[in-house]
């Protein structure tokens, strides 16, 4: 998965930032091995979210091949031919490869699915109970890993919500606007209709686990940012209550 793929690339970026903020901070925030520990707490959180919504992509994309093979799998193989001349010269040929089946494929992306799922959901539970035990810990708090987890999720989730999206909905419309007449393999004249279409089903899976991610991402990261917000509010005003005169 293209889009999936390329989150590797902002992660290593990201956690790079992510270092290089921290330790400007040192200066009002004293480094701790509690806090080092709440630091790959977070992100080891983040990986286990990530897992588990590449699972949840893979769980749509096989699917959506229920309904269709081909929304989800592209029917290329080996093509093979045999060839007959009659008494004139005259050859004819007939295609003898096998069909394309996908139905293996599939069953394999749904164990990969609910693997990448459920060790997702292991890894962030393990490592929020650490986090939270870290944080009542001297120094197991700091500022920088708590701001910068949010803006973890917002950027890995945002670049695979909107390219998810845009290659989502181009081949979706591709798909289904291609004229189903068959085509051929170059050079070998095998028809194969349907099979040369380019699915859609990667594409339309990340997207549709990706961009409710971000969207929960972005409200979390604007919640962050308002005023006060990693203060600890003030108590209401009681009115009512007598003044001392």
Not at 128 to 137: E, F, G, I, K
Not at 226 to 241: D, I, K, N, Y
Request: hydrophobic share 50%; net charge positive.
């Amino acid at each position: 998965m293209t889009a999936l793929g390329a989150l590797i690339v902002v992660a290593i970026i990201g956690v790079i930032t992510w270092v290089v903020i921290g330790v400007r901070q040192r200066a009002s925030e004293p480094a701790t091995f509690a806090g080092a520990g709440s630091f790959y707490a977070h992100l080891m959180s983040i990986l286990g979210v990530t897992m588990a919504l590449v699972g949840g992509a893979i769980l749509i994309k096989a699917l959506l091949a229920f309904a269709d093979l081909g929304y989800s799998y592209q029917g290329l193989g080996f093509f093979g031919q045999s060839c007959t001349s009659n008494s004139s010269g005259v050859s004819t040929c007939t295609n003898n490869a096998p069909p394309f089946d996908a139905a293996p494929q599939r069953t394999a992306d749904l164990i990969l699915a609910g693997a990448l799922i459920l060790i997702g959901a292991a890894v962030v539970y393990v490592h929020r109970v650490l986090s939270r035990n870290l944080a009542t810990l001297p120094g197991g708090h700091p500022g920088w890993v708590q701001q910068g987890t949010v803006i973890a999720f917002t950027l890995l989730f945002g670049f695979a919500a909107v390219f998810s999206l845009a290659t989502g909905l181009s081949s979706l419309v591709t798909f289904f606007a291609t004229s189903g007449t068959p085509s051929t393999v170059p050079l070998s004249g095998v028809p194969v209709g349907n099979a040369m279409k380019q699915p859609f089903g990667d594409a339309i899976g990340a997207a549709v686990v990706f961009v409710p991610a971000w969207i929960f991402a972005v409200r979390a990261l604007l919640r962050a940012l308002r005023p006060g917000a990693s203060a600890s509010p003030a108590p209401p005003p009681v009115h009512g209550t007598a003044q001392a005169g």
